[in-house]
Nanobody, 120 residues
Framework: VQLQASGGGLVQAGGSLRLSCAAS????????VGWYRQAPGKEREPVAI???????NYADSVQGRFTVSRDNAKNTVYLQMKSLKPEDTGVYYC???????????????WGQGTQVTVSS
């Protein structure tokens, strides 16, 4: 199982980006998927999470600006980011709770990070 995060880049303050987190490999279900970010010199922090039933939660700092969604047919979760601020700069990671076989416990997988840089 692999998670591939993509869509990062350099954007001016006020701009938008859409990140993708795509799962590949052999598995039977994907549960909750989360987005995290890590700014230079800081600890990784949660940004948004979407459950299997599409319920969502957001960090206070991104509430109203970021939207997380999922396309189960494509095994992909998106993070739409609008009104970006310089403080949104960091490496963005996704993780997912994935079950590789029915009857077995699920495990959490992490994708590699994608850099988001917001210039002022």
């Amino acid at each position: 199982v692999q998670l591939q995060a993509s869509g990062g880049g350099l954007v001016q303050a006020g701009g938008s980006l859409r990140l993708s987190c795509a799962a590949s490999g052999t598995f039977v279900s994907i549960g909750a998927v989360g987005w995290y970010r890590q700014a230079p010199g800081k600890e990784r922090e949660p940004v948004a999470i979407i459950a299997r039933d599409d319920s969502t939660n957001y960090a206070d700092s991104v509430q109203g600006r970021f939207t997380v969604s999922r396309d189960n047919a494509k095994n992909t979760v998106y993070l739409q980011m609008k009104s970006l601020k310089p403080e949104d700069t960091g490496v963005y990671y996704c993780n997912a709770d994935i079950r590789v076989r029915w009857g077995r416990d699920s495990s959490v997988y992490w994708g590699q990070g994608t850099q988001v840089t917001v210039s002022s």
